[in-house]
């Protein structure tokens, strides 16, 4: 009798815990944040190797700034040195083509008004398939000053006109969206939050969600989380293996590329149906027949 009633028992706590398991197989489907896209990141570009062509919009990490010093000197200087980028590493490792539209300093208002190689002037002029925008750390240091607004995706954003959006932060990070839309319809887009370690004494997560957003209001356009996802910038063992003084090293900024190729793979592999018509961006082709014109033809016969 009590061997019976022990097996018993011993079926209901496997039972119970296959129930468990199940939940939590539901709730890791249902919640996708559950899964850190970056929790082991790969020294390969896996799926992101698709594009050919890249465009990355930023400031000085997305330039490879090096913050040195000149001989003789205790003024430190900071030199733009694009071929140690992350955008550059990351299209080297796919073998793709690549620009950074980036320089030190740069902010989503400069991005959108400055007239030189590296801002909206020239981008509009080379459409990519892909974008990455990395944009925030100096615009949040305007807002920390009063000179800039953080605003609403809700109500700042004009969808016929983007000439006619409020100018805050969220008004010129659509802007940059719309911008690159209208020369390239198809492009896929990725948006990217700051990270955690470089709080100020204004929560940035403010900022974070305006990113966030933009992959509400747009399609085509994907969350690159690394404030939810990446290592803490701030910690010694980061500054000790990735920095040079403010600023990331030759390694920081290869890792990081990495840390993007691992990212992106994993919103692909999420996301196939999404990426299917990559080699068809910009040549007018489609992946499948248009509706319309089939409705068209059918009708005529």
Not at 68 to 96: F, I, K
Not at 143 to 170: C, H, I, P
Not at 229 to 255: M, R
Request: glycine share 8%; with cysteine; proline share 3%.
């Amino acid at each position: 009798m009590k061997k019976t009633t022990v097996i018993v028992a011993g079926l209901a706590i496997i039972a119970a815990a296959v129930v468990a398991i199940a939940k939590v197989a539901d709730m890791r489907k249902d919640n996708p944040e559950d899964e850190n896209p970056i929790g082991t990141i790969k020294e390969t570009p896996g799926l992101t190797a698709i594009f050919r062509s890249w465009g990355f919009i930023g400031d000085s990490l997305c330039s490879g700034e090096m913050e040195c010093y000149a001989p003789g000197t205790d003024h430190v200087s900071y030199n733009d040195m694009y071929e140690y980028s992350w955008g550059m590493q990351l299209a080297r490792l796919c073998g793709a083509e690549g620009y950074c539209y980036s320089q030190g300093g740069q902010t989503a208002k400069a991005w959108l008004e400055t007239e030189n190689s590296r801002t909206w002037a020239e981008a509009r002029l080379t459409p990519k398939q892909a974008y990455v925008i990395a944009l925030g750390v100096n615009d949040f240091y305007q807002y920390e000053l009063g000179n800039l607004q953080m605003g609403d995706l809700s109500t700042d954003v004009d969808m016929e006109d983007y000439k006619r959006n409020a100018d805050t932060f969220a008004g010129q990070m659509a802007g940059i969206v719309q911008r690159v839309k209208s020369i390239q319809k198809e492009a896929k887009i990725f948006v990217v939050t700051r990270p955690r370690g470089e709080e100020g004494p204004i929560s940035y997560e403010c900022f974070n969600d305006i990113v966030r957003g933009l992959s509400d209001f747009f399609s085509d356009v994907y969350v690159i989380d690394l404030y939810r996802y990446a290592w803490d910038y701030g910690t010694a063992e980061h500054v000790v293996a990735n920095k040079l003084n403010g600023h990331l090293s030759a390694a920081g900024y290869l890792q990081t590329a990495y840390m993007f190729c691992t990212y992106i793979d994993w919103i692909i592999r999420h996301n196939p149906e999404d990426f299917k018509n990559v080699p068809l961006i910009g040549t007018g082709y489609m992946k499948y027949p248009d509706e319309n014109n089939s409705a068209e033809s059918n009708n005529e016969n």
